[in-house]
């Protein structure tokens, strides 16, 4: 009997090494952008602030505004999430205050210990609190801010537009990298069988309404997308 091999869809583009990985794990590869982030223009702090980034565009937005150089000086550190999104930040010497895995573990970094809540309350007193994202972020951190009766100034920096792909076949494995993004492939194609690894648990949440045959990486990074892959594969042990 001869085997096929699995064929796997990022709905992210891959790296050449990505890629590479997943080919010699015995996985047939094809990739795209699901979705697209449009840069918006905004207005930078006019004083001294601190920041919060729940995303990679946010961060890749906020570093290119034409008047960063001039915002740098007044910006008293970050709160973020991803710790490539806080590698970015530190290249650029901004001082990333704490870094979470997710908007909610975030959360619940800033206001679910006496010790946190306390921080965000003085620095509140101190300087204003910016939330730099994209049109479709998620109410997490808004709603927690307002139920602290905190104020947070929210900057829409970039708008998060969906690619609408038909795929004339099925696929075996899935990766997906944001709630919008199985939206944008869910629109023209089904999940069907496959099997899929979300990259954290807000993603998670957007693919169990489609299936029940899912995992979610432990960490938003490929290699935690990976090693979810390999839990589900366990005989391709090259992964």
Do not use: W
Request: charged residues 20%.
């Amino acid at each position: 009997m001869t085997m096929t091999t699995p064929t796997l869809l990022s709905t992210k583009v891959l790296q050449p090494a990505q890629r590479s990985r997943l080919l010699a794990a015995g996985f047939s590869v094809q990739s795209y952008n699901a979705v697209v982030a449009e840069p918006l223009r905004f207005d930078m702090p006019a004083a001294p602030f601190k920041g919060i980034f729940t995303s990679q565009n946010a961060v890749a937005a906020f570093l290119s505004h034409e008047h960063l150089s001039t915002a740098l000086p007044m910006l008293e550190g970050v709160y973020c999430v991803g710790e490539r999104s806080a590698q970015k930040l530190r290249k650029k010497g901004i001082v990333v205050l704490a870094v979470a895995d997710s908007a909610m573990a975030l959360k619940e970094l800033l206001f679910s210990t006496a010790k946190g809540l306390k921080e965000v309350v003085s620095e509140q007193d101190k300087v204003p609190m910016y939330y730099f994202c994209g049109n479709l972020h998620l109410p997490t951190l808004p709603e927690a801010f307002a139920a602290a009766k905190l104020p947070l100034n929210i900057r829409i920096v970039y708008e998060t537009n969906g690619v609408e792909k038909a795929f004339d076949r099925p696929f075996e494995a899935l990766f997906f990298y944001s709630p919008s993004g199985v939206a944008a492939f869910t629109n023209k194609n089904k999940i069907g069988d496959a099997f899929v690894v979300a990259i954290g648990p807000t993603t998670a949440q957007a693919v169990a309404e489609h299936t029940k045959q899912y995992a979610v990486a432990k960490k938003p990074s490929f290699a935690h997308m990976l090693s979810a892959l390999r839990a589900h594969y366990p005989k391709k042990d090259k992964c």
